[in-house]
């Protein structure tokens, strides 16, 4: 099951008589897509498959009779929706992160040691450091003679399940295969991806122009993905949105008034 509806992967076996990409021809098999016209509306498009970029942010689907150069560069894509795969995960690997300045190193170390691999894996995302520390092999040992039975890597397991194999927002743990987000880098279940009121459903952006007052380079300009569904709307996270404009109202004081309308406009009373 997948958190992502699929799009179709459409390939066409024959050959190109010029690559949208690079202009150049080709022999085939080619990728068929997508691309917005001057005149603002979808035309198709032809491309070489190696210089295809698919517009929507969702998993391919493609047949297994499909051209081998097809199925290779649909897995590839698809590897960014994937979770984890853990049981390849070496048992103990080390962080290469700069170790924190601080003098209380040792006593943070320490404190970690008391949690459990969960703990750590939840603390972890609160700063670098902590991130650091959750990676200690001093800590990692602790972890293991109780939690375990004889195996060394089942308390390194259970602080990367917690991690990266468990749904960011309900907390619940992910069995099935394509429910990593992209820009999140996180797993996602199908339920708090999809459901509207979920801080993790994307909304089209069209809606968070209104809804914000924001303009359409405000995305651009504050770095806030926009992706295309399967359906080609643009879509963003409110969330994104909402914490970039407590930003900037932090930063600009005299842009107070602005933001006190979209405030009220984000608590509906607007
Ligand atoms: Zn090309
Ligand atoms: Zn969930």
């Given at each position: ?48 498959i190696p210089c295809y970029t698919p517009l929507s942010l969702s998993p391919l689907k493609i047949s297994s009779e499909s051209p081998q150069e097809a199925i290779e560069f649909a897995e590839k894509w698809n ?192």
């Amino acid at each position: 099951m997948s958190a992502f509806s699929e799009q179709i992967f459409e390939i066409e076996d024959k050959p190109l008589k010029c690559c949208d990409k690079c202009g150049k021809p080709g022999l085939g098999p080619i990728a068929v897509g997508k691309k917005l016209s001057i005149y603002g509306k979808w035309i198709k498009s032809k491309f070489h498959i190696p210089c295809y970029t698919p517009l929507s942010l969702s998993p391919l689907k493609i047949s297994s009779e499909s051209p081998q150069e097809a199925i290779e560069f649909a897995e590839k894509w698809n590897k960014q929706f994937q979770i984890l795969n853990l049981s390849t995960i070496a048992p103990i690997k080390k962080l290469e992160a700069p170790e924190p300045k601080t003098y209380f190193k040792r006593a943070w170390i320490e404190i970690f040691k008391f949690l459990t691999p969960e703990e750590a894996a939840i603390i972890s995302c609160v700063s670098k450091e902590f991130y650091y520390y959750s990676w200690n092999s001093e800590v990692w040992n602790k972890w293991i003679p109780d939690k375990t039975q004889n195996n060394p890597a089942d308390g390194k397991l259970a602080y990367l399940e917690k991690k990266h194999n468990t749904c960011i927002s309900c907390g619940l743990s992910i069995k099935s295969d394509l429910v990593r987000c992209p820009i999140l880098k996180r797993a996602l279940c199908k339920t708090c991806k999809s459901a509207y009121n979920s801080k993790y459903h994307m909304k089209k952006i069209d809606w968070i122009m209104r809804r914000y007052r924001v303009d359409r380079n405000f995305f651009e300009r504050n770095n806030i993905p926009v992706v295309f569904d399967s359906f080609l709307n643009a879509k963003a996270y409110t969330f994104m949105v909402e914490q970039c404009l407590d930003k900037i109202e932090k930063n600009n004081p005299t842009l107070a008034h602005i933001m006190v309308t979209r405030k009220k406009r984000r608590r509906g009373e607007g």
